[in-house]
């Protein structure tokens, strides 16, 4: 097999994996090569331009003054892992007969090029969450061509311009699907790659998610919430305007990621800080009410989300996420609301509607559960005591 050059896979590859666009899954990478890729990379100046300026514009919208980037070794084996995940759901992958024992060569060759050291370090964070941020928004997109004699598909191709042309004479019809990350990510084959990888760009899994996607273990994202800057830009974005389901799925996403962690043995701090995270997205859903022209009026969010008839449709953890500052309340009255607050008396009584609306809809039941849950890993404040 003919050697890649790292220019060509930085092209058809890495660019639109930052940028966007079409990407382009060739043969699989091995191991070997990527290695011999590193020492090219000096070579590769224009494409290494592209995918740093392009990482850093990407990271300018989280955080106000970005790193610069440089595409290390581990970013290179990242990158060549996931193409080689993708190739596994190519259509190509079959037309090249690869037999199961192949398959699984391929599949274990991925698995250690995504392996790469875990970091804390904040430039490595971003760096690779910069290079993955669009995980989760691939697709291919297969088109069905039906013409008056027959039809032929296409999968993640353009057919050629000869079975698309005299539309109107030949009755040429389209048809295009979409294949997203479900279907190319989270299958069989891919998904311990997937899986994986996601463990080494915990920014990502913050930020972003589909159905699909591995759970959030919050031991491998809990130093995000130890940056402020980091914290506050995931915070606002899990909080999108729009309806009230779409403001609550990301932070309910990160609240069954928590009721998970409680079944684990996690360290109290952790617990401290993600519990505390959650209470501020709570804070969030308050402090976009605050205009309302009645302060002490129903929260039309709260109503909504925790509406009788949509009970068995709430999102998982959604529970756990609004009642969690009750609980807390019973627990750590220090972590049941964000610091601050009463300086913002709008902010302190719509904070105080949520919380009374709240317990009225999931009853002190609910709340005394989740409290009891949190007492096995926290403990009680030093001047509180216990009866």
Same mark, same amino acid.
């Given at each position: 097999?003919?050697?890649?050059?790292?220019?060509?896979?930085?092209?058809?590859?890495?660019?639109?994996?930052?940028?966007?666009?079409?990407?382009?899954?060739?043969?699989?990478?091995?191991?070997?090569?990527?290695?011999?890729?590193?020492?090219?990379?000096?070579?590769?100046?224009?494409? +290494?331009?592209?995918?740093?300026?392009?990482?850093?514009?990407?990271?300018?919208?989280?955080?106000?003054?970005?790193?610069?980037?440089?595409?290390?070794?581990?970013?290179?084996?990242?990158?060549?892992?996931?193409?080689?995940?993708?190739?596994?759901?190519?259509?190509?992958?079959?037309?090249?007969?690869?037999?199961?024992?192949?398959?699984?060569?391929?599949?274990?060759?991925?698995?250690?090029?995504?392996?790469?050291?875990?970091?804390?370090?904040?430039?490595?964070?971003?760096?690779?969450?910069?290079?993955?941020?669009?995980?989760?928004?691939?697709?291919?997109?297969?088109?069905?061509?039906?013409?008056?004699?027959?039809?032929?598909?296409?999968?993640?191709?353009?057919?050629?311009?000869?079975?698309?042309?005299?539309?109107?004479?030949?009755?040429?019809?389209?048809?295009?699907?979409? !294949?997203?990350?479900?279907?190319?990510?989270?299958?069989?084959?891919?998904?311990?790659?997937?899986?994986?990888?996601?463990?080494?760009?915990?920014?990502?899994?913050?930020?972003?998610?589909?159905?699909?996607?591995?759970?959030?273990?919050?031991?491998?994202?809990?130093? !995000?919430?130890?940056?402020?800057?980091?914290?506050?830009?995931?915070?606002?974005?899990?909080?999108?305007?729009?309806?009230?389901?779409?403001?609550?799925?990301?932070?309910?996403?990160?609240?069954?990621?928590?009721?998970?962690?409680?079944?684990?043995?996690?360290?109290?701090?952790?617990?401290?800080?993600?519990?505390?995270?959650?209470?501020?997205?709570?804070?969030?859903?308050?402090?976009?009410?605050?205009?309302?022209?009645?302060?002490?009026?129903?929260?039309?969010?709260?109503?909504?989300?925790?509406?009788?008839?949509?009970?068995?449709?709430?999102?998982?953890?959604?529970?756990?996420?609004?009642?969690?500052?009750?609980?807390?309340?019973?627990?750590?009255?220090?972590?049941?609301?964000?610091?601050?607050?009463?300086?913002?008396?709008? +902010?302190?009584?719509?904070?105080?509607?949520?919380?009374?609306?709240?317990?009225?809809?999931?009853?002190?039941?609910?709340?005394?559960?989740?409290?009891?849950?949190?007492?096995?890993?926290?403990?009680?404040?030093?001047?509180?005591?216990?009866?």
């Amino acid at each position: 097999m003919a050697q890649t050059h790292v220019r060509v896979f930085l092209e058809r590859f890495v660019v639109p994996l930052v940028v966007g666009g079409e990407i382009h899954v060739g043969a699989p990478i091995p191991v070997a090569d990527v290695e011999r890729w590193d020492t090219e990379l000096d070579s590769a100046t224009v494409e +290494l331009v592209a995918v740093d300026e392009a990482r850093t514009n990407i990271l300018s919208t989280l955080v106000v003054r970005p790193p610069s980037l440089v595409l290390g070794a581990d970013e290179l084996a990242l990158a060549a892992g996931l193409h080689n995940a993708l190739f596994l759901v190519h259509p190509r992958a079959d037309q090249w007969s690869v037999s199961d024992r192949q398959r699984r060569r391929i599949v274990d060759n991925a698995l250690t090029l995504v392996s790469q050291p875990l970091t804390h370090e904040r430039k490595r964070v971003m760096a690779r969450h910069a290079l993955l941020h669009n995980l989760f928004h691939l697709q291919r997109r297969d088109t069905t061509v039906s013409w008056w004699t027959g039809r032929a598909r296409f999968q993640g191709q353009a057919p050629s311009k000869r079975l698309t042309a005299w539309k109107g004479v030949r009755r040429v019809r389209e048809e295009h699907v979409d !294949v997203g990350f479900d279907e190319l990510l989270a299958v069989t084959d891919t998904q311990a790659i997937t899986a994986t990888l996601l463990r080494r760009t915990p920014l990502t899994q913050l930020l972003d998610s589909q159905p699909g996607a591995p759970p959030l273990h919050w031991e491998d994202a809990v130093f !995000v919430l130890r940056d402020t800057e980091l914290a506050r830009a995931v915070a606002y974005h899990l909080v999108p305007g729009g309806g009230p389901v779409e403001q609550v799925k990301e932070p309910a996403r990160l609240a069954a990621a928590f009721e998970q962690m409680l079944e684990r043995a996690p360290d109290e701090a952790d617990v401290r800080a993600v519990a505390a995270f959650l209470v501020h997205l709570c804070a969030l859903f308050a402090l976009a009410e605050i205009h309302q022209r009645e302060l002490n009026a129903k929260s039309p969010l709260i109503s909504t989300v925790l509406a009788a008839e949509t009970a068995g449709q709430r999102p998982r953890g959604l529970t756990t996420l609004l009642a969690l500052p009750g609980a807390l309340a019973l627990v750590d009255p220090r972590l049941a609301q964000p610091p601050g607050m009463a300086a913002l008396p709008a +902010l302190a009584a719509r904070w105080n509607v949520h919380r009374t609306q709240t317990a009225e809809l999931l009853s002190e039941p609910v709340i005394d559960a989740l409290a009891q849950r949190l007492r096995r890993h926290l403990k009680l404040p030093t001047h509180a005591v216990a009866v």
